[in-house]
């Protein structure tokens, strides 16, 4: 992923709905963290699902100036049994 943006390993039927949703993110004034489920798709492997949790970072000015990222694969987690969770 080194060097490439993250819209590009989001499945293409969903890459509209995420770029919306980091759009409200840009456009939002205040501090918070947003939560989705993402179907990630790797170059040349299989898609699959992820959690996604991402934090606006601003500076003393309160501007907008990066994003923090957590990516959970959450396959394991769907391949379960809900007795075994």
């Given at each position: 992923?080194?060097n490439?943006?993250?819209?590009?390993?989001i499945?293409?039927?969903?890459?509209?709905?995420?770029?919306?949703?980091?759009?409200?993110?840009?456009?939002?004034e205040?501090d918070?963290?947003q939560k989705?489920?993402?179907?990630i798709?790797?170059?040349n492997c299989?898609?699959?699902?992820a959690?996604v949790?991402?934090?606006?970072?601003?500076?003393l000015?309160?501007?907008?100036?990066?994003?923090h990222?957590?990516v959970c694969?959450m396959?394991?987690i769907?391949?379960?049994?809900?007795?075994?969770?």
């Open positions: 992923m080194l490439k943006p993250l819209a590009y390993f499945a293409v039927e969903e890459r509209h709905a995420f770029r919306c949703q980091l759009n409200q993110m840009h456009e939002c205040r918070y963290v989705w489920i993402l179907r798709q790797p170059r299989e898609p699959f699902e959690a949790a991402v934090a606006s970072i601003y500076n000015k309160g501007k907008l100036t990066g994003l990222w957590m694969d396959t394991h769907w391949q379960q049994p809900l007795s075994a969770l």
